[in-house]
């Protein structure tokens, strides 16, 4: 069962460009969305979080735009530079059981050509 | 910086071993996880534990369990390894819930 839908699953982007990555999720219950960045040979790494009370949170070059009544989110990735080729996971999170559980998109691997 | 040791990068097992996946998180975290990565599927949650000798089920636990003796020591145990886990292995640990630090993950073959 796939509570959070990632899409594409892979993504080609001319260096300059703008990356877009979109996510939904079914369970209303999810109060707070992270995006990992994942590097060949290295374990996720946080890179940007929204709360659901926010349509928009803006790191640097990086964006996320919530859509609450949608229930989807998206990560906009501004002037893409090849460093940013990576696999990136939405993610959704809630309090259940004993425990803050990460519940993860499927991933998107973003290639961005010099 | 919090770290997440795995002890192994990469793994060759036969089918029907015993399999012990070892981490370590080196800053008092709560909460350790045991996720799975399989391409197209993305990370899924095997077992997770919220204290010391505590641990509940994630997603797929199935052919797997967990120990947590110690705080900082949280081991994925596979009690007859079959060739369908095959995949990568990820620890994670937090603290206050939000945070999640991953370790760099443990590639595991089957054969």
């Known amino acids: 069962q796939q509570q959070v839908k990632q899409s594409p699953q892979s993504l080609i982007v001319q260096k300059g460009g703008i990356s877009i990555i979109n996510c939904a999720y079914e369970?209303?219950?999810?109060?707070?969305f992270p995006w990992y960045q994942q590097f060949p040979g290295k374990g996720p790494a946080l890179l940007i979080a929204?709360?659901?009370?926010?349509s928009e949170k803006k790191e640097g070059r990086f964006t996320i735009s919530f859509n609450k009544s949608a229930k989807q989110f998206s990560l906009h990735i501004m002037d893409s530079q090849p460093g940013d080729s990576a696999t990136y996971f939405c993610a959704a999170t809630l309090f259940s059981g004993s425990a803050r559980q990460l519940t993860f998109g499927s991933g998107t691997q973003l290639t961005v050509l010099p | 910086d919090v770290k997440v040791t795995q002890s192994s990068r990469y793994l060759v097992k036969r089918t029907g071993e015993k399999v012990f996946l070892e981490c370590v998180q080196d800053m008092d975290h709560e909460n350790m996880f045991w996720y799975r990565q399989d391409p197209g599927l993305g990370l899924r949650l095997i077992y997770f534990?919220?204290?010391?000798?505590?641990?509940e089920k994630g997603d797929i636990p199935e052919g797997y369990s967990v120990s947590r003796e110690k705080k900082e020591r949280f081991s994925l145990i596979l009690e007859s390894a079959s060739t369908n886990q095959t995949s990568m292995y990820l620890c994670?640990?937090?603290?206050?819930?939000?945070?999640?630090?991953f370790g760099s993950g443990t590639r595991l073959t089957v054969v």
């Open positions: 994670a640990s937090s603290f206050v819930d939000y945070g999640y630090t």
């Open positions: 369970n209303t219950a999810f109060d707070y």
């Open positions: 929204i709360r659901p009370d926010v």
């Open positions: 534990s919220y204290d010391v000798k505590m641990k």
